[in-house]
């Protein structure tokens, strides 16, 4: 999907873990949103390493997004920026943007937020991280730190980090009943390359949750071996064995149909090599 400006890309992933979940547009592209989102990051930084318009852009100095920009002329004070001819690209940078997109693009947000620090530090790091902008053909540095950036920097570092935030959000009953209203189902292996390390052993939320009366757990083997996928009751009575077998190296899925379980928490355990993850469930019933 088409939109320039990346806070587009950005506000809604804060909450919603739309890694291993799509609606029917989706599916019918072979995608989620968050590998939308994931490319929308990766093509900006490739026009900002194109460089146009001369601005100074580079592989490591990029990030169009909304934001300040000089109020002199030509400049209009504030603007949505992006790649031409959809939005207008002035040379106008925001920190926010490769920080907000730091779940999607790891791999090139660090970087270009580590240069920005270390050659900018003096005009564009604040007592509360960095301000809103800069401009270096316009040589203007904004003096406004703004909320807005803050937030998302906070929280999209933090997912990138340990998915804190997406786990709690995505607990709630009310988000996993609206996307399944909103059409969304359990997809894998499209998207979540950027947040899993490659090769780690991975267990994600299973999707509906709370559910009833089915639910998708998807896992991730970073080797062959043999993995298990059991379900434990709150007293740590096994109820169901929904995996015991030698696998490949890949990701995978296994769904629970609850049964004559009763509503209540439960607990999946996925263990490979030694190692075990545990997520919590909840059948509502």
């Known amino acids: 999907m088409t939109f320039p400006p990346l806070f587009g890309h950005q506000y809604s992933h804060c909450w919603l873990d739309f890694r291993n979940v799509a609606d029917t547009y989706m599916v019918a592209k072979g995608s989620t949103y968050f590998e939308n989102s994931r490319r929308a990051t990766l093509a900006q930084q490739q026009y900002c390493i194109q460089n146009p318009g001369g601005y100074g852009y580079a592989a490591n100095l990029w990030g169009l997004t909304a934001s300040d920009e000089p109020s002199f002329a030509p400049y209009q004070g504030y603007q949505a920026h992006g790649a031409p001819p959809a939005q207008n690209d002035n040379g106008t940078i925001a920190p926010t943007a490769p920080a907000g997109s730091m779940a999607f693009t790891p791999e090139i947000s660090l970087p270009t937020l580590r240069h920005m620090y270390n050659q900018y530090r003096a005009t564009i790091w604040t007592g509360y991280g960095f301000c809103d902008a800069f401009n270096l053909a316009a040589g203007w540095w904004d003096t406004d730190v703004l909320g807005i950036d803050q937030g998302p920097i906070a929280i999209m570092i933090e997912n990138y980090r340990t998915n804190a935030v997406w786990k709690r959000f995505m607990q709630s009953a009310e988000i996993q009943r609206g996307l399944q209203l909103a059409g969304f189902t359990p997809v894998l292996g499209v998207s979540d390359e950027s947040t899993e390390h490659p090769g780690t052993l991975a267990l994600f939320q299973n999707f509906p949750n709370p559910f009833n009366p089915s639910t998708t757990f998807g896992f991730q083997l970073p080797a062959a071996g043999r993995v298990t996928l059991k379900l434990f009751d709150v007293l740590g009575r096994e109820v169901a064995v929904l995996v015991n077998e030698v696998k490949l ?24 090599a030694g190692s075990s993850i545990v997520n919590k469930i909840l059948l509502a019933k």
């Open 249 to 272: 190296a890949g990701r995978y899925q296994a769904m629970w149909h609850g049964g004559d379980c009763a509503s209540g928490v439960y607990f999946a355990r996925l263990e490979f």
